[in-house]
Structures are given as C-alpha cells and as structure tokens.
T-cell receptor, first 113, second 114 residues
Framework: AQTVTQSQPEMSVQEAETVTLSCTYD???????LFWYKQPPSRQMILVIR??????QNATENRFSVNFQKAAKSFSLKISDSQLGDAAMYFC??????????FGTGTSLTVIP | NAGVMQNPRHLVRRRGQEARLRCSPM?????VYWYRQLPEEGLKFMVY????????ESGMPKERFSAEFPKEGPSILRIQQVVRGDSAAYFC????????????FGPGTRLTVT
C-alpha cells in the first residue's frame, strides 16, 4: 500500500530565509506523480508544485523547488526567500496509476518577520 | 471554467439530524474525492468516486456515512444521525483522468453539530 510520510509536524523560518520541508513515500510502482499543496488559513487547498516520477530533473516554480530522489523515495520542498504569505499547512501527495491520491499528515510552516 | 463548487459552505445540524454535502466537480472531471479535516489536523481520505461508481471507500466510516456521484448532478456526501464528532471541514476534490492531473479542491463545507 502507498503511504506518504511528513515527519515534521511544524517548521519555522525567518522571513527571506530558505526552508526545506521533507516528504517520503512508499511504493512499488515506477510510474506516478508527486505534488505539494499549500493550505493557508483560508483553508483553500492550492497546488504548489508537481513532479513526474520518470523525470529526473527537479521541478521548479518561482521560489518553490523540489528535491526528488526516486531511489530514496524522497520528495522535499524547498522554499527560497520565504515570505509572510508562505505561512500555511503544506501537504505532500502521491498519485498512482489508478487515479488514487495519498496525502501526508502535513507540515505547519510559520514565517517569522 | 468554474472551479470545484461545494455547498453549503457552512452547515449547522443538531445531533441526530442528517447532513447533506454537495460537490460539483470541475467541468470535464469524472473523478471525485471526499476528505475530512478535523481542526489542526491533516486531510483524511474518505471516498473516491467516478460517475455512478464508488471506486474506493476505504476511508468511510462503516455506519451513517454514504456517498454517491450520479450520472447527472453533483456528488453527495450524506451523514445520517450526526454526532458531535462529525464536526469537521469536509473537502471535495476532482481530477481528470491521467497521471499528470492534480486534484482541484473545493472551498470545503464546515459542518458543526450542536
């Protein structure tokens, strides 16, 4: 069975600094997608970034980038130049071929001014 | 293209009443997922449906909870005889077919049981 683990329930970062949120997953499949979602206080879930398992190149979206290590089944999110608006709950998610999604338990990020 | 719609946004029910939560997926999406989120907690998967079919209901409580996604109309999550412990935010998400499609989430329905 697929499981997604986020081992950091809470993280904090100084404004303008860089922070990395970790995510590991367990799977026997070779073809899948990984996602990071952000949930700000408004509770609306927002897609931050996605990664295709068959692509070795790490995905990047502006200040957000991932470190995807397929062999280690690791998918961490790096936020550079952190801003106050980045404060939110962050969820890592795995999508398998059968269209099922699996979410981690989330990491609450605090940005310190 | 409208996003995922959920209604109502807030629902108050007394213990023992029924709660009906509705979700209209994005246009063209045939996969619907329901999640529950308790305060200060993560998303708990409940059920995954396609049109007229329940694909995976492994996260649904065995009693009082049911879900459907009819051929026409929105997906419905139904909670019978609600109890205080059902108070939570319920999120619906939809996706297209294909690995590259992410889930698009609705704004959630906040259920309060008094």
């Amino acid at each position: 069975a697929q499981t997604v683990t986020q081992s950091q329930p809470e993280m904090s970062v100084q404004e303008a600094e860089t922070v990395t949120l970790s995510c590991t997953y367990d799977t026997s499949e070779s073809d899948y997608y990984l996602f990071w979602y952000k949930q700000p206080p408004s509770r609306q879930m927002i897609l931050v970034i996605r990664q295709e398992a068959y692509k070795q190149q790490n995905a990047t979206e502006n200040r957000f980038s991932v470190n995807f290590q397929k062999a280690a089944k690791s998918f961490s999110l790096k936020i550079s130049d952190s801003q106050l608006g980045d404060a939110a709950m962050y969820f890592c998610a795995y999508r398998r071929v059968g269209n099922q999604f699996y979410f981690g338990t989330g990491t609450s990020l605090t940005v310190i001014p | 293209n409208a996003g995922v719609m959920q209604n109502p946004r807030h629902l108050v029910r007394r213990r023992g009443q029924e709660a009906r939560l509705r979700c209209s997926p994005m246009k063209g999406h045939s996969h619907v997922y329901w999640y529950r989120q308790l305060p200060e907690e993560g998303l708990k998967f409940m059920v995954y449906l396609q049109k007229e079919n329940i694909i995976d209901e492994s996260g649904m409580p065995k009693e009082r909870f049911s879900a459907e996604f009819p051929k026409e109309g929105p997906s419905i999550l139904r909670i019978q005889q609600v109890v205080r412990g059902d108070s939570a935010a319920y999120f619906c998400a939809s996706s297209g077919t294909g690995l590259s499609y992410e889930q698009y989430f609705g704004p959630g329905t906040r259920l309060t049981v008094t």
